[in-house]
Structures are given as C-alpha cells and as structure tokens.
C-alpha cells in the first residue's frame, strides 16, 4: 500500500485528527496503472475524541500543469497553464446535500451509510475508481512542468481549517496499435562544399527503418557518404530529446544529448555505406504528443564530424512508443499519441468516465476541461521543430501551429498570434 499523510497546522495544535492518510494498492510488480485498470484504496483517519464531520471525500484526478518565470529588465513574469484530464469525488460523509443528490455517497460494507461524528480511534474507509478508457499523457515531472495523477482526501470540520491528504500513482499508456505513419521509412541527404581548408565537398544520404521505435528497440541508420576531401573524417550520432513547455501563448524549450556514439572513419576520396544500430534506452519517457501545455519528443542527428569547418547534419523524428507487452498492458484500437491512428470522422469527444454501477461504490463522475481530444486545441501551439513529418506539417489543430515571440529589454512582449508553418521539404522520399 501506498500512501502520503499531510496534517494541517490547526490539527498539530488541537490533536483532535492524529492523521488522516490515503493508500492504494498496486496491482502489478513496476506499480503503475493504465487505461481502464481499477484502482482500490482506504482513507485511513485516527481521532482522539469524538468528531463531529461535515464532510470527508476522496478524489481522482488526473491534470497537467507548467510553470515558468521570465524576466525583462526590472519585471518578472510568470507564466503557467494547465490541463484537466478527469476530476471525480466520492463522500463518505456528506452534510451539505442541499441539490438532494447523494448517488456519489458511498456506503459502509453493510450497506449503511458512514457516520458523521466519528468515535476516538483508527478507521478504515475503502473505495474503488476505473480509470477512464480514454489515453492520457504518462506521468511526468520537470522542474517547471509536470503530469500528475492523484488520490485526494479531504476532511471538514466545522470552525477548523480542513485536513487533507494525497497520494499519486503513476500511469502508463496502453500498448499502441502500430499505425502505417510510424512504420514509414525516413529519408535525408546533405551535401556541403568546403571553400578553405580542407578543400572539397562531402555528401551523405541517411535513412531509418521507421519512426517509431519500442522502448529497448534497435534504432538502425544507414548511411552512404562521399568523401571528396583531402583528409579522413568521421559519422557521428547523436540522439537528444526535447521538452517544450505552454503557457499564455508562450512556449519554453529544453533540449539534452541523451548519447552520443562515433561511426566510421570515411577515408580521403572515397566513398563507404555504413550501416550502425543504436539502441533506444528503456529507462526513457515515451513521446508526449498528446498534452496541450507539455510535449516530449526526440530526435536523431546524424552527422559528418569535418575538421575545421561547422557539421553537415540530417535529422529525424523518433516516436518513443510503450513497451509492445507488460503487466497492465492492454491493446489500444487508437494510438495513445492521438495524431496517427484517429479513425476518419471519428468522434473526438470522450464517453464519460468509465466507473462501477450506481451502488456498488457510490460512483458518478464529472468532466471538467474541454473535451479530450487528441488533439491541441484549435489555435494552440503545436510542438513546433525545425523537422517535422510532411504527412502532418502544417496540418491545422496537429502540428501546425507556433509561437512567434519577441524580446525586450524593458517590457514583456505582447502575446502573439499563432502562425501557421511553412510547408518543409519532403523527406519522405529519397531523392
């Protein structure tokens, strides 16, 4: 059992409430919770009188959050959004029940509903949620954003400040359902004639299997370079992920080399084809493509390491998908990344939240935000890049979408609109 106990400063000072704490129970060995998957826990509360309750809940939610300061000249600003995925509370007491509806009470094993003044001692209230059978973002967390998943309890006293606690429990995507997108092989060449020393010109043509690739799963690159140049020089790789951050039509970029490794050396006047494997680490984050305020994506560079000159370099998109099978895994008929797999026509919006019958656990749900679509919202900013497939570059509502900013020394810039991309080269075909 997991759990997180918080007291509030007014209940350190009376003793009435000795803890409250909330606990779930994992339901596989890596402890993590998918689409679909029932999550069953306590609400555990120990008092040293008798209490009278007004009302103790306990919540699921799931929500993405940034946050982020600038500075221009004297002035700070911040900038934060965040992103509601599903919010729903069940009572165990509830006073307040002035709209007559009590179908999200629960009830105590006997059937009986919990009393709301609580004898001195240790107790035990059991709940259930299924988590809805929508794909949301996988857990994340960086310094100025993060994807949260909760359990929240809360109790309230009449005249006292309220006693809350909370537990998170990390979610996963389902497996994805291969889409003939992330399947397709990827193109890219470079040529660069070098005017001081060395003298020459160099070439190369780079291709991938695919776009997507499993957690563990080889990444192989092949490579034909033309070395014109008088002397020796050498392919290079190097994989990097990106963390792009919304907020108020801002955006905040980090980028980080997650390795680097040396190919051969192409000689002086010759021409090679090199093939090289790189394996994708199976400790990283999935591709974030699916969350309107935090994308994370990565990308390949492939490039010529030339003495003395600046680097010509191809790059690609690489899709980090969840592993094919594990304990929790269940085959998803969308992709959990929302931009390959939607059905032609499909409806976007989601079913409610998928919960126990009325009366078994009390459940009824709520759904706050706009509807979860996979999508960004119309006119938000897309993860823009330098490189991105032609199949959704420029698409509106997907990709195509940036940010254009301005810096002052003085004053914040004013928010900007969206402008769409300009069309990029296709690279989906060798030329």
């Given at each position: 059992m997991?759990q997180?106990?918080?007291?509030t400063?007014g ?14 129970t ?13 999550i ?6 120990d008092?040293?009188?008798d ?12 929500k ?16 934060s ?26 009830k105590d ?29 996988p857990t ?10 909760t359990?929240e ?6 005249m ?12 996963v ?14 193109y ?22 695919k ?11 092949l ?8 002397r020796?020089?050498?392919l ?6 990106k ?6 039509g ?6 980080h ?15 090679n ?15 974030i493509?699916n ?29 980090v998908l ?12 969308n ?10 026509g499909g ?16 459940a009824s ?9 996979p999508?960004?919202a ?27 900013r ?9 928010y ?6 300009p069309?990029?080269?296709?690279h989906?075909?060798?030329?």
């Open positions: 997991h997180k106990r918080i007291l400063p209940d350190t000072m009376s003793l009435t409430v000795k803890n409250i704490s909330v606990i779930y994992p339901i596989n060995e890596t402890n993590t919770f998918t689409s679909g998957d029932v069953s826990g306590q609400v555990l509360l008092v040293e009188k209490t009278q309750i007004q009302s103790l809940s306990v919540k699921i939610k799931g993405a959050r940034v946050s982020w300061s600038e500075h221009y000249g004297k002035t700070t600003v911040v900038y959004d965040k992103e509601k995925y599903y919010s729903m509370e069940m009572f165990f007491v509830r006073e307040d029940k002035t709209n007559g509806n009590d179908h999200n009470t629960l094993p006997s059937g009986q509903l919990y009393p709301s003044v609580v004898a001195p001692g240790h107790h035990v209230y059991p709940f259930s949620f299924q988590l809805p059978l929508q794909h949301f973002p994340f967390k960086s310094a100025i954003g993060k994807i949260a998943y359990l309890t809360k109790l309230s006293r009449s006292r400040v309220s006693s809350k606690a909370k537990a998170e429990f990390h979610y995507s389902s497996q994805v359902v291969s889409s003939p997108e992330l399947m397709v092989p990827q890219g060449s470079k040529e660069k004639k070098m005017k001081l020393f060395p003298s020459g010109n160099v070439s190369m043509d780079i291709s991938t299997e776009m997507g690739y499993y957690l563990g799963e080889g990444l192989k690159v490579a034909e370079v033309q070395n014109n140049l008088s020796a020089i050498k290079k790789y190097c994989l990097y992920e963390h792009t951050f919304f907020a108020k801002r955006r905040k970029l980090h980028t080399d997650l390795f680097k490794e040396e190919g051969e050396t192409i000689e002086p006047n010759s021409k084809t090199v093939t090289k494997v790189l394996s994708i680490p199976p400790s990283l984050t999935i591709s493509l969350c309107k305020v935090i994308n994370v994506e990565y990308r390949l560079r492939v490039y010529l390491d030339v003495p003395y000159a600046s680097d010509p370099e191809v790059k690609f998109p690489v899709v969840p592993l094919q099978s594990g304990p929790g895994a269940k085959s998803a008929t992709s959990d990344f929302g931009i390959w797999n939607q059905p032609p409806n976007l919006n989601p079913s409610p939240l998928q919960m126990p019958p009325s009366g078994q656990f009390g749900s709520s759904y706050y935000g706009p509807p979860l679509s999508f960004p119309p006119g938000f900013p897309g993860p823009p890049d330098q490189f991105a497939p032609p199949s959704y570059v420029g698409a509106p509502g997907q990709f195509g979408h940036s940010v254009s301005q810096n002052d020394a003085s004053d914040p810039p004013p900007q609109e969206h402008q769409l991309y069309q990029l080269p296709d989906s075909k060798k030329s």
